[in-house]
C-alpha cells in the first residue's frame, strides 16, 4: 500500500471484488455421474487456470461423513493445500447467518416479517420506511447497495483498515432514493443485511454480534466461527489472494480490509468444515421453524446471488436456490477480496456441499468454469 501503483491495484481489486458479476462464457454441463474425482479435477483445472487462485478446497457432506478435496496452496510462500479446518472470510454467506436470526426471532413472536423499518429501527432514511423485513431478506426492498457508492469506494482506497460502524454505512447512502418500488424488482443489495442487523439489534436490545452467538454459532457448535470487527485473521488461515495478472503475481489479501464494512453483510470468519455445518443446520429447521422455511423459500425466479451459483438461481429469504441437471440444492455464494465461497445443502439438510477458491470471484470464462465445477461438485454430493 505505500506504493502509488500497488494502491491503484488494491483499490481496482475491491471495486472488481464487490461488483456484480455476469456468465460470459459456458463451459460443459456436469452430470448426474459426477464422483469426486470429478470434483478434484475440476479443481486442479481451476487452480491451473490463466488467473486461477493459488488453492481450491470442497467439502461434500453425505452419510453422515465429511469428506475434504483440496489442491493447490493454502499460502504461496510455502507448499500445503487449503484444509476444511483453517479459518477463512466467508462474505456474503454472512447473509444466510443474519437471515437465521432474522427468521428465528419470527419465530419466536419477537419479529414480524411484515415489519416495516420505519416500525422497527429509527435514524433511517425516510423513504426506506415501509419496507418490510421480508423485502429486505428477499433483495426486493430497492435499498441501494452501499458498495457501488462513491463514499465506499473513497473508505476502501483511503484507509481500508478503518474501523466503520453500521450506521456510517448507512450514511454512505442514506440519501440516495430508492431504485425502485419495494417488492417490484429484485435486485442484490448489501445494505439490506446491514438494516436486518440493526433490526436485530433494535428488537432484541443486544449488539448483533451476541445475537449471532446465541442463535447460531452456539447451537450449530461452530467453534472456529466468529464475527471480528479487525482485519486480523485467526490462525491456521486460508491466505486470500488478489487476481493474479500479467505483470503481477498473486498478492496477500488476507488482511486488507477491515470487516466491519461488511458486517452483517460479510463479516463472518469460518472454515470450510463449521460452513458446511451451518448449511446443513439452516436447512435442516435448527434455527427456526417449518413455517419460516416455507416463508423463506418464497422464490424470485432469476434472482441470482453474487457472484452466481451453479444452474439456475432463484432468490428466496436470504437463501437461494440452485436448480442442476442433477438436482437442486438451497445456500448462498460470497465475494470479498481474497475468497470467493459456495455453500448449500439438500432441503432436509441432510447433505451439504462448500467451495471455497483463495482469490475473488473471477469473471468470464474463469467464472463459467467455477460454476461448472460448482455443479460437478452437487452432483456428486447427490450421486448414490
Not at 510455502?78 to 479446518?85: E, L, Q
Not at 435486485?187 to 440493526?198: E, K, P, Q, R
Request: net charge positive.
Amino acid at each position: 500500500m505505500a506504493h502509488l501503483k500497488s494502491h491503484r491495484t488494491h483499490r481496482l481489486a475491491v471495486c472488481m471484488a464487490l461488483a456484480c458479476l455476469a456468465l460470459l462464457a459456458v463451459v460443459p454441463a456436469a452430470t448426474a455421474k459426477s464422483t469426486n474425482g470429478d470434483v478434484r479435477e475440476g479443481l486442479e483445472g481451476l487452480v491451473d487456470s490463466p488467473g486461477g487462485p493459488p488453492g481450491a478446497v470442497a467439502t461434500l457432506y453425505k452419510g453422515g461423513h465429511l469428506t475434504t478435496i483440496s489442491v493447490g496452496r493454502t499460502d504461496v510462500t510455502k507448499a500445503g493445500a487449503p484444509k476444511a479446518t483453517e479459518h477463512m472470510r466467508i462474505a456474503s454467506i454472512a447473509k444466510a447467518f443474519s437471515g437465521a436470526v432474522a427468521l428465528h426471532l419470527v419465530a419466536d413472536g419477537q419479529l414480524e416479517l411484515s415489519g416495516t423499518i420505519g416500525e422497527l429501527v429509527g435514524g433511517m432514511p425516510a423513504s426506506w420506511s415501509e419496507v418490510t423485513v421480508a423485502e429486505l431478506l428477499h433483495h426486493t426492498s430497492g435499498l441501494p447497495d452501499y458498495t457501488h457508492a462513491k463514499a465506499f469506494e473513497k473508505h476502501a482506497a483511503s484507509d481500508p483498515l478503518g474501523y466503520v460502524k453500521p450506521r456510517q454505512i448507512i450514511g454512505w447512502v442514506r440519501n440516495e432514493p430508492l431504485e425502485f418500488a419495494a417488492g417490484k424488482k429484485y435486485a442484490y443489495s448489501n445494505t439490506d443485511n446491514i438494516v436486518i442487523g440493526l433490526i436485530v439489534e433494535a428488537v432484541t436490545g443486544q449488539s448483533y454480534g451476541e445475537e449471532l452467538k446465541r442463535i447460531v454459532f452456539q447451537p450449530a457448535g461452530l467453534t472456529q466461527t466468529s464475527f471480528p470487527s479487525a482485519p486480523a485473521m485467526p490462525k491456521p488461515v486460508i491466505h486470500g489472494y488478489f487476481a493474479a495478472t500479467e505483470t503481477q503475481g498473486a498478492q496477500d489479501a488476507t488482511e486488507f480490509l477491515s470487516p466491519s464494512g461488511a458486517w452483517a453483510s460479510g463479516a463472518i470468519v469460518s472454515t470450510p468444515s463449521n460452513l458446511n455445518a451451518f448449511i446443513r443446520d439452516d436447512l435442516g429447521l435448527k434455527f427456526f421453524g417449518r413455517a419460516q422455511q416455507k416463508e423463506q423459500m418464497n422464490w424470485w425466479v432469476g434472482g441470482e446471488s453474487s457472484p452466481p451459483g451453479p444452474g439456475k438461481n432463484s432468490a428466496g429469504l436470504a437463501l437461494f436456490r440452485y436448480q442442476t441437471k442433477c438436482g437442486t440444492v438451497y445456500g448462498h455464494t460470497g465475494n470479498i477480496p481474497g475468497y470467493v465461497q459456495f455453500a448449500a445443502a439438500t432441503a432436509n439438510g441432510k447433505r451439504a456441499v462448500t467451495t471455497t477458491l483463495n482469490i475473488p470471484a473471477p469473471t468470464g470464462q474463469l467464472l463459467a468454469r467455477l460454476r461448472n465445477v460448482q455443479a460437478t461438485a452437487v452432483c456428486a454430493l447427490l450421486g448414490k
